[in-house]
Nanobody, 126 residues
Framework: QVQLVESGGGLVQAGGSLRLSCTAS????????MGWFRQAPGQERQNVAA????????YYADSAKGRFTISRDYAKNTVYLQMNSLEPEDTAVYYC???????????????????WGQGTQVTVSS
């Protein structure tokens, strides 16, 4: 139903910023949640932020609140994750993912997402 292509990862010093991008293409569906997940070595993949495409409802993990902002651009079919005040603990592979969503519903669990990007590495140095 959808293909996801993400970019924007890189190396940054603690306190710096990065913006990740995820562009959707292919078949479309009427309602879905777009999420950003991250996975560090030896750790389980976890949700960082999510947004519903139609209503713009947002979710942030506690570790992301006040530092990260998720947004969407309808014209470009793109979802962004703006990351500020980055810390070494933010180092991970970041994945864009999509999940079919009912109206008014936002999904946050990894098992609820079925479309995934290739991942982009974010490394934050001390």
């Amino acid at each position: 139903q959808v293909q996801l292509v993400e970019s924007g990862g890189g190396l940054v010093q603690a306190g710096g910023s990065l913006r990740l991008s995820c562009t959707a293409s292919g078949r479309t569906f009427s309602s879905y949640t777009m999420g950003w997940f991250r996975q560090a070595p030896g750790q389980e993949r976890q949700n960082v932020a999510a947004i519903t495409w139609l209503g713009g409802k947002r979710y942030y993990a506690d570790s992301a609140k006040g530092r990260f902002t998720i947004s969407r651009d309808y014209a470009k079919n793109t979802v962004y994750l703006q990351m500020n005040s980055l810390e070494p603990e933010d180092t991970a592979v970041y994945y864009c993912a999509a999940a079919l969503t009912g109206e008014g519903e936002i999904l946050t669990g990894e098992g609820e997402y079925h479309y995934w990007g290739q991942g982009t590495q974010v490394t934050v140095s001390s």
